[in-house]
């Protein structure tokens, strides 16, 4: 159980920390708002990998893969990064030389980043991975319990992430000047349009 613990940590670690939508969020909205949003940001995502989590550990991940699932899903996830990223350019094109965000750019980002989380495809295939990578750990079909051991681990993984992240977005937002924030912000948005553009292509 231990090293099913253990290996769930890790997992969970690089799949919070890695470079993505989620994190292009929570960089736009810490840099210019500090600690609470982008927290908030990454909160939410954790709706969408613990739904992504119990699809893949009970096999529904296989259904998920079917055209008729994936592609909807993909569209909707693509529209939705690309709203994201050209909002994003809007900001920084918006962004007074104080500073100052604009008011619209703080609110609902914990709906934002559940719903950047759950319209994800990539989580399809990552979860599907996993879900086989635990029955390869245990060299059996798992238990109830490792398998609950292993959601356990990753979810811990995730929540100490969330902080982690929002502390080092707000260590650099103090740090930041109105042009770096004005530059971060438009970086963001052409992150968010390009991740839009790679999932279009897995239509």
Sequence with gaps: MLSIFVYALVFGFVFCLSP????????RRGLL????????????????????AVIGLTGIALLIQHDAVRVPLTIICALYLAWLG????????QLPATGNA???SGKNALAVGAAISLANPKNIVYWGALGSALSGIVGTTPSHGQTLMFFAGFMLASVLSCFLTAALVNLLRKNASPTWQR?????????????????????
Excluded: K, M, N
């Design 102 to 104: 604009p008011a619209s």
């Design 20 to 27: 993505g939508a989620v994190l292009a969020e929570t960089l």
């Design 86 to 93: 050209i909002r994003s350019l809007i900001d920084a094109w």
């Design 33 to 52: 708002h500090g600690f609470t949003p982008a927290l908030l940001v990454q909160f939410g995502s954790l709706v969408g990998d613990a739904v992504w």
């Design 183 to 203: 530059v971060s912000y438009a970086a963001c948005g052409l992150v968010l349009i390009y991740l839009a553009l790679l999932a279009a292509q897995g239509i």
